[in-house]
């Protein structure tokens, strides 16, 4: 091999961690001394890392603010209600959400491959993997989502590094686990009342299309030269999910038709407060709710606790976690305008302007917050005690 022996091959590849690579690198500096050919690959290794970040960076749009890239996106409507908090049998879970008096919406979760095994995804691992998807989406405006390897997907998510900057194997374990359970699972929305006491919509969204998650075998063996699996013609990189198209379309909207979409903005600092899966739920909807009023509302805490559905059995564990939640929220958020008295939680119109997201750079913030094709959060004034309202 040149003027390097195998020796010399078998140190440039830990650096490149690739052998076929090396080869390639030692070709090129044929004739150059080998301290030199050493320092001159670490140089390497490290300028693509940083076009790689460099790269993924300019997916997103160009923002005057840099407060975009500091945001995450959920679907508005599972800010609402969430995903399930702890494994479960069920195929199938339904969530009602009270809109006004006459009108609500009805959605459910389907475990499409249950006879398989595949369960529906639940816990705070999900709701994390699922925010980073639609974040992704959104951002990039592109349903087609890639990522250099799983290991910077889940780093984007959260999961830490060991101090060499790799991922244990159980982590690859669990984001397959989860992107499965995503991939299988159907929401079903139903709208009822909208637009008159008898007229109901209904639409099925599938969230991921289809996805590529190298092990990390597979990862290392990438870097050694193998070909990933292509999951849409000309994007080279390893970690791939395609957004299933309705969805992106509830995300992102359609300027075609002029379809606004239903992405629900929050903080990435303040999302990071909430570590358990319930504390989460209850702040992406106390933030969505309150972002929407128009005027002051009075909700039964009862419905409240079937719609987040978490201590199903017992309410009072649920009043006293929700009431901490809330506590917790105002703390973070000068805006929050929400109390619970007795049984009821009083909800009204951010305080003094001060909203977690400035509506000014959203559209559909606040005046439409749940879209052109659902039923408007606004009472029209003050509701009865036991108006069941979210």
């Not at 609402?80 to 479960?88: A, N, R």
């Not at 006004?100 to 993997?129: D, K």
């Not at 989406?137 to 890639?146: E, G, M, Q, R, S």
């Amino acid at each position: 091999m040149t003027d390097f022996d195998e020796r010399d091959h078998l140190a440039i590849a830990q650096i490149f961690r690739s052998k076929k690579r090396a080869a390639n690198f030692l070709k090129l500096m044929k004739g150059v001394p080998f301290e030199k050919v050493v320092e001159a690959a670490r140089q390497t290794v490290k300028e693509l890392r940083e076009k790689k970040k460099k790269d993924y960076l300019e997916l997103l749009p160009q923002e005057a603010n840099s407060e975009q890239k500091e945001l995450l996106f959920i679907l508005r409507n599972l800010a609402l209600m969430g995903l399930p908090h702890k494994p479960t049998d069920e195929r199938r879970i339904q969530r009602v959400i009270r809109t006004s008096p006459s009108s609500w919406i009805t959605i459910t979760l389907n475990a499409r491959a249950h006879e398989e095994g595949v369960r529906l995804p639940f816990g705070i691992n999900a709701r994390r993997i699922l925010t980073m998807l639609c974040t992704l989406a959104v951002k990039t405006k592109n349903p087609v989502i890639t990522l250099d390897s799983a290991a910077d997907f889940m780093r984007r998510i959260g999961w830490k590094t060991d101090s060499r900057g790799s991922m244990g194997g159980s982590k690859y374990d669990a984001i397959a686990l989860v992107m499965e359970q995503i991939q299988k699972c159907t929401i079903d929305v139903e709208l009822h009342g909208v637009l008159g006491s008898r007229r109901k919509q209904a639409e099925s969204l599938q969230i991921i299309r289809k996805f590529d998650l190298p092990s990390k075998t597979d990862e290392k063996m990438l870097d050694q030269g193998a070909e990933p699996l292509a999951l849409d013609p000309g994007i080279p990189r390893n970690f791939k999910v395609l957004i299933d198209s309705t969805f992106f379309r509830e995300l992102v909207g359609d300027p075609v038709t002029g379809y606004k979409g239903s992405a629900f903005p929050l903080p990435l600092e303040f999302i990071r407060q909430f570590t358990k899966s319930t504390e989460l739920d209850c702040a992406q909807f106390l933030v969505a709710r309150i972002s929407a009023a128009q005027t002051e509302s009075k909700i039964d805490l009862h419905s409240i606790h079937e719609q987040l559905a978490f201590h199903p059995d017992n309410y009072s564990k649920f009043k006293a976690e929700f009431t901490t939640a809330l506590q917790k929220v105002a703390a973070l958020w000068d805006g929050c305008n929400a109390k619970v008295e007795g049984h009821r939680l009083i909800v009204g119109p951010v305080l003094n302007g001060k909203y977690l997201v400035d509506p000014t750079k959203f559209e559909n913030l606040p005046e439409d917050l749940f879209g052109l094709n659902t039923p408007t959060l606004s009472t029209g004034g003050d509701l009865l005690e036991g108006e069941n309202v979210v």
